[in-house]
């Protein structure tokens, strides 16, 4: 694996290949990554994983044709034959109105934020093993465990590096510590299984691995049991494990390349009423040692912090460049790079402000409902907002949790619900995105 400055040195180099061989302009992207995990189960070492990646990516515009290509091997005759065929296959493909890099003036230029990405200390393999099995036991160790997936932990550190033909270059090395446990309680016919794990860039924001087992333990027995729910108009209460997927859709939604190719269900929402008034949904890509923190975009834009949703209004859309010039505005410095290709979009650290009530106040006055702690299926449809998924918690009775249940269905409309959604005080800052228990009035619910 390169250093991020060799990396930003060959991509640099790659771009000046590909203008030498004909490109009118270029870019090239540099990602590498190498992890090592161990898996301990029932006590004994299940697996030793450890993998290496990189890999280097050309997209080259002729006119206003375009070609992307990618290799993993960076030999200098290599990156010569990768620019070559590039060229060749631009000039074969057809032409894109809106294809290009990003608008020379709205380049970053360093003065990048310290984001605090590395941690210094790589923990030895026995290390690994003992974080494992230290998480195993504890899950264990919770009465009415009964099995165990295994647990794991890992280590690992990556490289990413980018370089354009209009004179941006950057690169930056994050590292990043995982630990998870997965148990299985009960016997015979009521078995459950649940789960806990924690990502974080540096080892010191890890929980204990004792936490992370007991966490799971306990999650997988208080499924025991599980009930039945009759089917009707319910509350639904949203556990902050889950309660992120709800943002999460209106992420997918606000995507520029969504709105270009008018197939969201907030086509024409800009600015529009859509939460109570009072939320507020952030986009904040310098959180020190924010999994999604990044100091410029896979365009070489700047990044900065953003309410997409303010008072409730949504503010605007998540843009790259080919979708802005495509709706006519400017791209808002979220492009993303996954390998090679054109960028995507993506939003960095995202939080939903948090409530006044507590999640025990939230829930107070409801006589019957339901709390969701995990959500099964994909039944979200985009392009209409209607919402119909499976899942799995708790009734909630004269405002207390009550019972287990599972194998039920929750149905609505993702404007309504937006607009029904009230947040608890519980907001947790250790996630992609981040948001508190959330409670949505008027939701079907379709059990027996």
């Known amino acids: 694996m390169l250093s991020p400055d060799e990396a930003r040195a060959r991509a640099v180099d790659l771009v000046a290949r590909a203008r030498s061989a004909g490109a009118d302009t270029a870019d090239a992207v540099y990602g590498a990554s190498a992890s090592e995990g161990i898996q301990i189960r029932l006590g004994k070492l299940e697996d030793v994983e450890r993998s290496e990646t990189q890999h280097i990516a050309l997209r080259v515009f002729v006119g206003k044709r375009s070609a992307s290509i990618g290799s993993s091997d960076l030999s200098l005759a290599a990156l010569d034959e990768l620019a070559a065929r590039a060229i060749d296959m631009a000039r074969a493909a057809p032409e894109d109105a809106f294809a290009g890099l990003a608008p ?41 465990i009964t099995n165990s ?13 980018l370089a354009t033909s209009h004179g941006f270059s950057g690169a930056y090395g994050s590292t990043n510590r995982a630990i998870s446990a997965s148990v299985v309680g009960g016997t ?16 010191a924001d890890l929980p204990s691995p004792a936490q992370i087992g007991r966490e799971a333990g306990e999650r997988t027995v208080a499924k025991l049991g599980a009930g ?3 089917s009707g108009a319910l509350p639904v209460v949203f556990d902050p494990r889950v309660s992120g997927s709800l943002v999460g859709h209106l992420l997918g939604a606000i995507s520029g390349s ?21 939320l507020v949904i952030t986009d904040d890509p310098h959180v020190a040692r924010g999994l999604r923190s990044r100091p410029f975009d896979a365009e070489g834009l700047p990044t900065a912090r953003r309410n997409l949703v303010e008072d409730g209004r949504l503010t605007g859309w998540l843009m790259e460049s080919a979708s802005a010039r495509q709706l006519g505005l400017a791209p808002t410095g979220h492009a993303a790079r996954s390998g090679g290709g054109a960028p995507g979009v993506s939003a960095s650290n995202v939080h939903l402000a948090a409530g006044t009530l507590s999640p025990a106040e939230l829930m107070a006055d409801i006589k019957d ?27 909630i009775v004269d405002g207390q949790l009550a019972e287990p249940v599972a194998e039920f269905t929750i149905a609505g409309h993702l404007l309504r619900m937006f607009a029904a959604m009230v947040p608890a005080n519980d907001l947790e800052w250790y996630r992609a995105v981040n948001v508190p228990t959330v409670r949505v009035d008027g939701m079907t619910v379709a059990g027996d």
């Open 104 to 144: 020379d003036e709205l380049l970053s230029h360093g003065d990048w934020p310290a984001l605090d990405f590395l941690d210094a200390h790589e923990p030895a393999p026995a290390t690994l093993r003992a974080m494992a099995e230290e998480a195993e036991d504890a899950a264990r160790a919770v009465a009415g």
């Open 188 to 203: 015979g016919a009521d078995k459950q299984r649940d789960n806990a794990w924690r990502s974080a860039h540096h080892h």
């Open 228 to 230: 039945k729910l009759k």
């Open 258 to 278: 969504a709105i270009a190719r008018r197939s969201s269900f907030l086509l024409d929402k800009l600015g529009e009423q859509l939460f109570a008034p009072g």
């Open 369 to 395: 409902g339901v709390y969701v702690t995990e959500l099964i299926g994909q039944g979200v449809n985009g392009v209409t907002g209607d919402y119909s998924r499976g899942a799995a918690g708790f009734r």
């Open 149 to 161: 997936d295994g647990a794991t932990a890992s280590a690992g550190h990556g490289v990413f590096a």
